[in-house]
């Protein structure tokens, strides 16, 4: 007699509960796979753009680089803002303008900040709100100024007075990148080429940070400190490393060691101390992290990466380490929540697959238990003269944005929205449903 072959119990289910039994969504699981437009709940992860806002001086101080004129956002304010919920983004990274808004010590100017932030109010987008991108008022100078944090903490906390909706902030926008091109490549504001005012720029930048984070804490401590830094590598291509390289790519920690209280490597420590930073200022900044909910963002273009070649020429290297591999090097080192808050491509019909090779990165870093809490595409329009780093006033249009400088599509902002019905109900921590952005205060955070 044949053995009867025993039924699955997948077809006893079917038979008795039909094709809508609980359980049968998803192979025994029920729920959302994370597609669909974002909704904005916490716990979503953070899709976002950007409205280019930087701010820099070139001409030994005579000419001020103001994106925001540039790129036409003063005139086209509220179309931009309205582009942004167009796309179904609930974020937006938004600078003040800095330089118009403080005009002296007590003495401020909301004409422009108060409407644009009440549209965005009403428009229910989410700024993460910058408030220093590259430059300062000209009654400040430059960042050789040892009253800048002072006066800068003051300013953060009028703006957190002022609109005391506002959770999240990044208060000094890439203090590297600002020191650096400050100081030590002589590009913008005191355009000096030293070691000394690189440290003396980099040391005031962080100063402001902690500063201003402090004084926005009072007001809203439940704050999110969106730290957007550069994530740079050189790759030499040498047999021999130099030791000038080998401690560039180190001091590209320098301004998070400092604003995290990470001791830096002791070659940095020497570096630092070695070109007018204190001792006292060096504990001053080991104390212990600023208050807030801290998340580390890095930046990453084509450009961050270069190659050094044996001849001593400097080539672009994009994608040799890529945004993952760059940002899992300072995920180890600090920890911190991370977040993917800036990219793009200069070139428009590249642009599409720019935005997906980026947004691959950032699952992989999710894959293995990164917490990457947001992605940004920079910016929401194309921007000016950036081919230079704003160096040159020439007026060359970088076709980087989701939108022309008429505000019309570009291919990358169709590509933004697939992005989004595929994944933007995705959770802000991988496999955290059970976790949502709290209100409650942050808390000084004590290793156990």
Known sequence: MATRRPESFLTVLEKGGGADYAGDQYGGASGADGSGMPTGEPGNFMFATGVECSYPTIGQGSVRRDQLDECGHYRHWKKDLSLVRE?????????????????????????????????????????????????VPDWLGNFQNPELPMHFANYAEAVAKRYPWVRFYTPVNEIFVTAKLSAKDGLWNEQLKSDRGFVTALKHCVAASILATHRIAKHRPDCVIVQSESAEYIHEAKATPTPEITLQNKLRFASLDLLYAHPPD?????????????????????????????????????????????????????????????????????????????????????????????????????????PVLGFTWYSLTDQIDWDSALAKKQGHVNACGLFDLARNERPVARTYRQLLEEFGRITIVPKGELFEMTTRPAVLKVEV
Not at 92 to 111: K, N, Q
Not at 290 to 317: F, T, W
Not at 330 to 339: A, F, I, L, V
């Open 87 to 135: 796309m179904g983004l609930k974020v937006l990274r938004y600078g003040l303008p800095y330089h118009r808004t403080h005009r002296g010590p007590g003495r401020y100017d909301w004409s422009f900040a108060d409407e644009a932030m009440a549209e965005i109010r009403r428009l229910e987008i989410v700024p993460i709100l910058d408030l220093l991108h590259f430059g």
């Open 266 to 370: 002791a070659d940095v420590y020497i570096h630092l101390t070695g070109n007018g930073m204190t001792r006292a200022e060096y504990e001053w900044f080991m104390r212990g992290e600023p208050p807030g909910y801290q998340v580390m963002g890095n930046d990453y273009y084509g450009k961050n990466e270069k190659i050094l070649l044996p001849s001593g020429e400097l080539c672009e290297a994009e994608d040799v380490l890529g945004w993952y591999q760059t940002t899992r090097r300072y995920y180890d080192r600090y920890r911190k929540p991370t977040m993917h808050t800036e990219t793009n491509h200069f070139d428009p019909e590249q642009a599409p697959t720019w935005l997906w090779k980026q947004w691959i990165n950032v699952l992989q870093m999710r894959r293995v238990g990164v």
